[in-house]
Nanobody, 115 residues
Framework: QVQLVESGGGLVQAGGSLRLSCAASGSISRFDVMGWYRQAPGKQRELVAGISFGGNTNYADSVKGRFTISRDNSKNTMYLQMNSLKPEDTAVYYC?????????WGQGTQVTVSS
């Protein structure tokens, strides 16, 4: 069974930066298209960014130019560098795959951006 563990969240002022990590263990495929999602209070979970095995990326319009997704396939780890954070980025951030059935969701990591 695949386990996904997100970390790196915290409280930051608007304009600040955070780097999130997603460590995957178990029967994960190195070729999975992976992504970062987020869920704000009272809202549905939304896709923030995705990355293929080969490093092709895409981003939600709301984070383009501010967030950078990357992955280290040798370590089964994915990252999300978040710069110029805004209060509306406040949410719990999760990682999972984009294509195929989702793995069991992890606990996520809370990101709170104060104004």
């Amino acid at each position: 069974q695949v386990q996904l563990v997100e970390s790196g969240g915290g409280l930051v002022q608007a304009g600040g930066s955070l780097r999130l990590s997603c460590a995957a263990s178990g029967s994960i495929s190195r070729f999975d298209v992976m992504g970062w999602y987020r869920q704000a209070p009272g809202k549905q979970r939304e896709l923030v960014a995705g990355i293929s095995f080969g490093g092709n990326t895409n981003y939600a319009d709301s984070v383009k130019g501010r967030f950078t997704i990357s992955r280290d396939n040798s370590k089964n780890t994915m990252y999300l560098q978040m710069n110029s954070l805004k209060p509306e980025d406040t949410a719990v951030y999760y990682c999972n795959r984009l294509v195929g059935s989702a793995y069991v969701w992890g606990q996520g990591t809370q990101v709170t951006v104060s104004s």
